[in-house]
């Protein structure tokens, strides 16, 4: 059982190091994709333009597009009830997922489903989850059978550090130990169940303590910056798929917008200090100073990731905009199947 | 005896043997092992031990640890387990053993296997068995005693079914393992080792087809799960007054054949549902309103309704007895309903 490394220090000043820059340069296009999605949808929301609830992601990308960056189209994820992150970072596509947020026919779900169940099974994107810690078992079944069909994929399922109180989250780690499943546990610590800070949910510091329960090897990262989740993750995941079993990595990160839209005005649950110390390490910016130092990327390169990315979310949300609407009379399509 | 039903022509198998309700569940979960390798069994004691009712006794010799999985107790995870597998194209059989447990695992249930299709806009189907034991009668007390169908019932995207005697708990059990939908499979305690005929090749009771167990004049007895066979008694009972009651067991209570029902109570005017779960909020409150949307002017007295009374189930065997409806309520609701006009 691999020990736990004892890296986590969310003021590390050091990027880690030990990646090529094609995986650098990967690592910054899924989490510019993430960024100005996420970004754009906030806009959208506070326009008025999109129903429902919206749980953005902003300030976690580096979890997502490092653990995704070690994937496999076959491998499986489960998500959370934020979502888009993992969808953009897995290689969802953007006009799908606009349409969803607006619920359109043409949405990922058929408008059916709405932000937290955006799911692609050709990207192994079993979805985005709007019960709490429910996508861990979930993961778990997907890691079985892979198991049962001979398959050398993997399952990562992400949750909070809030989901990790609940029952399911327990179970499907015990679970996925005793049945020694290729089951990736990342946990995406952001400090905040909702609006209650860790502190008040929990009595650990570290929710990488939980696996140890399990006799699942954890390990903790910083979770603003994407070289080292993917380190860790590629170690996870190749660990996993040689047959290992389960292991966790907590990554410590930062949820930059309120547990729900942009900026919620009546709970001051946090300080702006607090959220302007975190914003001085953000993940984008990390990856593109790390770039740009060691030659993997020019500022232009980097730039031009930015602008095509723009130009394809706007090309999405205007897609998005002029899609039919479902029609009322198939209200009651895929309740069930045959 | 006057009409076939379409529910009833479609058992075209002729039976050869008789064989108890958990050995003729064990013999269609084994054959539809044998028929698709994607069906794997998970559950607590179902591999090494057989399950605690004997349900899958035999199963590990032949199919092995990797298709009989003995999990912990976890039946949020057991359930979830299902789930994942499911999405991902097996078809798997999870043991709930007591239908009491499912109030720890209901989010998987209702949250996840029912609704994931819908929410995915149908992106994928959840081909998932849950298999359970249901009901009162061997002094298990209130939290192992419960018919608790109407809440998976209520809940979009679930099938359940309620086999009622050997017969059916074979062919249902099948059923429900082919289907593509998440399908709870009621089992009822005290049937498990009745005998009845059942046909030694594999077949399946199509879901959502309500069988004419008894057909008559006087009133539609509609009985689910163990209660038909209380109902087929009680006709007998009825019968030797001169009264012949139709009884009618919808075999799956979600989707709900209600055409049957509504055509044998245009014959009979008058109609008793009844079941072991209590009275309040049950599926004959369901029925009764279904009948009465549609087919009010049939009756000649309102739609009675024979459950338990609200009470969690009692242990001492008196008490028991007096919560579970029989044979002779049965047969006095029908009376009731004669005197009525």
């Known amino acids: 059982m691999a020990q736990r490394a004892s890296t986590t220090s969310k003021k590390s000043p050091q990027v880690s190091t030990q990646v090529s820059p094609p995986v650098v340069k990967d690592l910054h296009e899924r989490m510019v994709r993430i960024r100005l999605f996420e970004t754009e949808a906030g806009r959208l929301m506070e326009a008025g333009?999109?129903?429902?609830?919206?749980?953005?992601?902003?300030?976690?990308?580096?979890?997502?597009?490092?653990?995704?960056?070690?994937?496999?189209?076959?491998?499986?994820?489960?998500?959370?009830?934020?979502?888009?992150?993992?969808?953009?970072?897995?290689?969802?596509?953007?006009?799908?997922?606009?349409?969803?947020?607006?619920?359109?026919?043409?949405?990922?779900?058929?408008?059916?489903?709405?932000?937290?169940?955006?799911?692609?099974?050709?990207?192994?994107?079993?979805?985005?989850?709007?019960?709490?810690?429910?996508?861990?078992?979930?993961?778990?079944?997907?890691?079985?059978?892979?198991?049962?069909?001979?398959?050398?994929?993997?399952?990562?399922?992400?949750?909070?550090?809030?989901?990790?109180?609940?029952?399911?989250?327990?179970?499907?780690?015990?679970?996925?130990?005793?049945?020694?499943?290729?089951?990736?546990?990342?946990?995406?610590?952001?400090?905040?169940?909702?609006?209650?800070?860790?502190?008040?949910?929990?009595?650990?510091?570290?929710?990488?303590?939980r696996a140890a329960a399990y006799g699942m090897p954890s390990v903790i990262v910083d979770?603003?910056?994407?070289?080292?989740?993917?380190?860790?993750?590629?170690?996870?995941?190749?660990?996993?798929?040689?047959?290992?079993?389960?292991?966790m990595i907590e990554a410590k990160t930062y949820r930059y917008f309120d547990h729900q839209g942009v900026k919620g005005l009546r709970h001051p649950y946090r300080s702006d200090e607090e959220v302007a110390e975190w914003k001085s390490r953000d993940p984008v910016d990390l990856i593109e100073a790390r770039a740009v130092a060691d030659g993997s990327a020019t500022r232009a390169e980097l730039d031009d990731v930015w602008r095509r990315t723009r130009e394809e979310i706007a090309e999405a949300i205007a897609y998005a905009e002029a899609s039919p609407l479902p029609d009322p009379a198939d209200l009651l399509l895929n309740v069930y199947s045959g | 005896m006057t009409t076939t039903t379409e529910a009833s022509a479609v058992t075209p198998v002729v039976a050869t043997r008789k064989l108890t309700y958990v050995k003729a569940f064990?013999?269609?979960?084994?054959?539809?092992?044998?028929?698709?390798?994607?069906?794997?069994?998970?559950?607590?004691?179902?591999?090494?031990?057989?399950?605690?009712?004997?349900?899958?006794?035999?199963?590990?010799?032949?199919?092995?640890?990797?298709?009989?999985?003995?999990?912990?107790?976890?039946?949020?995870?057991?359930?979830?387990?299902g789930v994942g597998a499911a999405a991902r194209g097996l078809r798997p059989v999870v043991d709930l053993m007591f239908m009491d447990f499912i109030g720890v695992c209901l989010d998987?249930?209702?949250?996840?296997?029912?609704k994931m299709k819908y929410m995915f806009g149908g992106a994928l189907s959840v081909p998932l068995t849950i298999t359970t034991a249901s009901g009162a009668g061997l002094g298990a007390a209130a939290q192992h005693s419960q018919s608790l169908e109407a809440w998976l019932a209520h809940v979009p995207g679930l099938k359940v079914v309620m086999p009622c005697d050997a017969y059916t708990a074979k062919g249902l059990t099948v059923s429900a393992i082919r289907d593509d939908n998440p399908v709870v499979v009621m089992l009822n305690k005290v049937l498990l080792g009745s005998a009845g005929e059942v046909p030694e090749e594999i077949y399946g009771i199509p879901l959502g087809r309500a069988h004419t167990a008894r057909q008559g004049s006087d009133v539609?007895?509609?009985?689910?799960?163990?209660?038909?066979?209380?109902?087929?008694?009680?006709?007998?009972?009825?019968?030797?007054?001169?009264?012949?009651?139709?009884?009618?067991?919808?075999?799956?209570?979600?989707?709900?054949?209600?055409?049957?029902?509504?055509?044998?109570?245009?014959?009979?005017n008058r109609v008793l549902v009844v079941h072991e779960a209590v009275t309040f909020g049950g599926l004959g409150a369901e029925i009764a309103a279904q009948i009465q949307d549609t087919v009010f002017d049939y009756l000649d007295a309102p739609v009675l309704r024979i459950g338990a009374p609200f009470s969690p189930v009692p242990f001492s065997p008196v008490l028991e007895k007096a919560y579970v409806p029989d044979r002779a309520r049965i047969a006095q609701g029908c009376r009731r309903l004669l005197e009525r006009s």
């Open chain 1, 223 to 247: 979770g603003m910056d994407a070289i080292a989740v993917h380190r860790a993750a590629t170690e996870a995941v190749e660990r996993a798929r040689a047959g290992a079993g389960p292991m």
């Open chain 2, 220 to 268: 539609t007895v509609i009985a689910l799960g163990r209660m038909v066979g209380e109902a087929l008694a009680a006709a007998d009972e009825l019968s030797a007054e001169g009264v012949e009651i139709e009884v009618i067991d919808p075999r799956t209570v979600q989707p709900l054949d209600t055409e049957t029902m509504f055509a044998s109570v245009r014959r009979t």
């Open chain 2, 108 to 114: 998987q249930i209702v949250n996840q296997a029912a």
């Open chain 1, 49 to 209: 333009k999109l129903p429902g609830f919206l749980h953005l992601y902003v300030g976690q990308e580096a979890v997502a597009a490092g653990v995704m960056a070690a994937l496999r189209d076959d491998d499986q994820i489960t998500s959370t009830h934020r979502g888009h992150g993992h969808a953009v970072a897995k290689g969802v596509g953007f006009r799908e997922m606009y349409s969803e947020l607006y619920g359109r026919v043409t949405g990922a779900c058929l408008g059916r489903g709405g932000s937290m169940h955006i799911n692609d099974l050709t990207r192994g994107m079993l979805g985005a989850n709007g019960i709490v810690g429910a996508g861990v078992p979930i993961a778990v079944g997907a890691a079985f059978a892979a198991r049962y069909k001979g398959e050398d994929s993997v399952a990562v399922t992400f949750f909070g550090d809030g989901a990790t109180n609940i029952g399911a989250f327990h179970e499907g780690a015990n679970m996925a130990a005793i049945l020694g499943l290729p089951v990736v546990f990342v946990c995406e610590n952001n400090g905040y169940a909702e609006f209650t800070p860790q502190s008040g949910h929990m009595l650990l510091t570290d929710v990488a303590d």
């Open chain 2, 26 to 81: 064990n013999e269609g979960l084994a054959q539809a092992m044998r028929e698709d390798e994607n069906v794997f069994v998970a559950g607590e004691d179902v591999a090494g031990y057989g399950g605690v009712f004997r349900m899958f006794d035999n199963l590990l010799d032949e199919f092995g640890p990797r298709r009989m999985i003995d999990t912990p107790i976890s039946e949020a995870a057991l359930v979830g387990l």
